[in-house]
């Protein structure tokens, strides 16, 4: 990724339009249209959640927020590792990016629970 600074949200918008594209380029088969399925749930929902996240009600719910984004991030990583291994999509190098995107945003989300945790802590 360049040096660009990216609003989170703004991120999101753009990891799941990526996506998108990654669920269209799958193949028209009985395992294609499978993980294109699951596949669409869990690349909007990120997304979505993290929206939710900006209007939580408490640092509990906040955490509890980011914790559904991360679960459903894990599960597009793993999507992605499929569609590599299966070379679902050709050439692999391809999903290289966004790959690299998923691992990006589950790090910048990971870090965010633990350090809402901590602060929650820090304040009771």
Do not use: W
Not at 6 to 35: H, K, Q, W
Not at 104 to 114: Q, R, T, V, Y
């Amino acid at each position: 990724m360049d040096n660009k600074k990216y609003d989170l949200e703004d991120r999101f918008v753009e990891f799941t339009c990526r996506m998108i594209d990654v669920v269209e380029a799958l193949p028209n088969t009985r395992s294609g249209n499978y993980i294109a399925g699951q596949l669409i749930k869990s690349c909007h929902s990120p997304t979505f959640n993290y929206g939710e996240t900006q209007a939580a009600e408490s640092r509990n719910d906040f955490i509890h927020k980011l914790g559904i984004v991360l679960k459903e991030l894990k599960e597009c990583r793993t999507a992605l590792k499929v569609i590599r291994r299966k070379e679902l999509i050709k050439p692999v190098s391809k999903l290289i990016d966004i790959y690299k995107e998923t691992e990006e945003l589950i790090a910048i989300i990971a870090k965010s629970i633990d350090t809402a945790k901590k602060n929650k802590t820090a304040k009771t």
